[in-house]
């Protein structure tokens, strides 16, 4: 048998689980507009931001998914009603022969890493390209 103030306890719990689950997911509505539109100005013609209208007559939408394209990978990121689901798949020839489901920070984590790398090897081919310019 519970007591009263146990299951005033438990009661104040649910509320305070509820109130966490409401401000994560404002959280990631934030973080998902914030990273669409920084991977759109930063990478233009390897993002694809899919909108969705707020409503029949709204000026206003939100982000319902990203695509970010690698030279081995593409990067899905869903809005879900629960969150948001991230995928990585591999692909060859533009043909996807793997996706991955990742965590979010794990997708985050192999995003920036892929894209660290993409860096590095065009500031290799630049210089290459200037060392021989001016040889």
């Known amino acids: 048998m519970t007591s009263p103030d146990s299951s005033a306890n438990d009661a104040s719990n649910i509320d305070l689980q509820a109130a966490w689950i409401r ?20 990478l233009p013609g390897q993002v694809d931001v899919v909108r969705k209208r707020d409503g029949l007559f709204a000026k206003t939408s939100h982000v319902q998914s990203i695509t970010v394209r690698t030279e ?13 689901r991230t995928q990585r798949a ?9 996706r ?4 979010l920070a794990g997708w985050m984590e192999s995003l920036l890493a892929a894209l660290f790398s993409q860096s590095g090897e065009l500031q290799r081919a630049s210089q290459s390209l200037h060392d021989f310019l001016m040889n």
């Open 23 to 42: 401000r994560s997911s404002a959280d990631i509505q934030a973080f998902v507009e914030g990273l669409a539109a920084r991977l759109e100005g930063d």
């Open 72 to 84: 081995e990978f593409h990067y899905l990121l869903e809005r879900q009603p629960s969150g948001v």
């Open 90 to 98: 591999r692909v060859v020839g533009g043909v996807i022969l793997k």
């Open 100 to 103: 991955d489901e990742l965590s």
